[in-house]
């Protein structure tokens, strides 16, 4: 079992600044790729981000030069720094996981942490 669990999310007003982070434990040695998803009021959940093991990065292009996406320190943990942000950014931010089992390629998500921009 791998648990994924994300934390920092809150109210905050538009122009502002917010992090997530997300570190998953249990049975995962390394993670490959960790991104963030989104899921806006009324839509479906969104990609946002993705850090390669090799700290290759990948944005969506609504956020691209405001959101930066790192591998923290710990193993297995990833920040979301959101900068300039906007109303539009207000949703459920999900962290994922994807990480190597016996049976292959696994994917893991956390519960989700919810992300208010005030106008």
């Known amino acids: 079992q791998v648990q994924v669990v994300e934390s920092g999310g809150g109210l905050v007003q538009a122009g502002g600044s917010m992090r997530l982070s997300c570190a998953a434990s249990g049975s995962i040695s390394e993670a490959n790729h960790m991104s963030w998803y989104y899921q806006r009021p009324g839509m479906a959940r969104e990609w946002v981000a993705t850090?390669?093991?090799?700290?290759?990065?990948n944005y969506l292009d609504a956020v691209k030069g405001r959101f930066t996406i790192a591998r923290g320190n710990a193993r297995n943990t990833v920040t979301l720094q959101m900068n300039s942000l906007k109303p539009e950014d207000t949703a459920v931010y999900y962290c994922?996981?994807?990480?190597?089992?016996?049976?292959?390629?696994?994917?893991?998500w956390g519960q989700g942490t919810q992300v208010t921009v005030s106008s």
């Open positions: 994922h996981v994807r990480y190597a089992s016996e049976s292959g390629a696994r994917d893991a």
């Open positions: 850090v390669t093991s090799g700290g290759i990065t």
